[in-house]
T-cell receptor, first 109, second 115 residues
Framework: GIQVEQSPPDLILQEGANSTLRCNFS?????LQWFHQNPWGQLINLFY???GTKQNGRLSATTVATERYSLLYISSSQTTDSGVYFC???????????FGQGTTLQVKP | DTGVSQDPRHKITKRGQNVTFRCDPI?????LYWYRQTLGQGPEFLTY????????KSRLLSDRFSAERPKGSFSTLEIQRTEQGDSAMYLC?????????????FGPGTRLLVL
């Protein structure tokens, strides 16, 4: 089946630093979402981005579908950005999302 | 729009007992999904409905698990004869799937602990 790999698995930053999280997928996809899971377990939608580039405040994302990867950029990180970031993809006619293993981000004050 | 809601938020049960979880999707969303997440892992798909029809089930969904969406609105997930390995976060999501562009929105989850 389709594989979704995220890197790095863990990331520690000082407040104010920038970071890039990567998501590689092994096959063509028709849906790609980025989520932030907060300490209480809630998955918060960040981007729906099967291709192209989007920006939302300090966050932006780029998906290069032909090369099968997506990047999530976090600029001027804040302690509230801490948590786990997941990339999830959908392919073919299936409705299900396939998640990567996540990147755990810790932002220190 | 109140978002996806799930009940209960936490459940502790003894091995062998049955449990039932409820999910209320965003109103007018035609698809409803169930996922399971264990510690340190990403969510894994269990099953999904389009309106009241169950369209896909994962091999993770053993015969002890059953899900329903009787009127195409809320859904229930029942686990019979719970085992310690069922301990996990159970997540529900909903979407409006009119085109290929489909964004899934997740509820807060139900944390299950089987003793």
């Amino acid at each position: 089946g389709i594989q979704v790999e995220q890197s790095p698995p863990d990331l520690i930053l000082q407040e104010g630093a920038n970071s890039t999280l990567r998501c590689n997928f092994s096959d063509s996809v028709n849906n790609l979402q980025w989520f932030h899971q907060n300490p209480w377990g809630q998955l918060i939608n960040l981007f729906y981005i099967p291709s192209g580039t989007k920006q939302n405040g300090r966050l932006s994302a780029t998906t290069v579908a032909t090369e099968r990867y997506s990047l999530l950029y976090i600029s001027s990180s804040q302690t509230t950005d801490s948590g786990v970031y997941f990339c999830a993809v959908k392919f073919g006619n299936t409705g299900k999302l396939i998640f990567g293993q996540g990147t755990t981000l810790q932002v220190k004050p | 729009d109140t978002g996806v809601s799930q009940d209960p938020r936490h459940k502790i049960t003894k091995r062998g007992q049955n449990v039932t979880f409820r999910c209320d999707p965003i109103s007018e969303h035609n698809r409803l999904y169930w996922y399971r997440q264990t510690l340190g892992q990403g969510p894994e798909f269990l099953t999904y409905f389009q309106n009241e029809a169950q369209l896909e089930k994962s091999r993770l969904l053993s015969d002890r698990f059953s899900a329903e969406r009787p009127k195409g609105s809320f859904s229930t997930l029942e686990i019979q004869r719970t085992e310690q390995g069922d301990s996990a976060m159970y997540l529900c999501a909903s979407s409006l799937a009119l085109t290929v562009q489909e964004t899934q929105y997740f509820g807060p989850g139900t944390r299950l602990l089987v003793l």
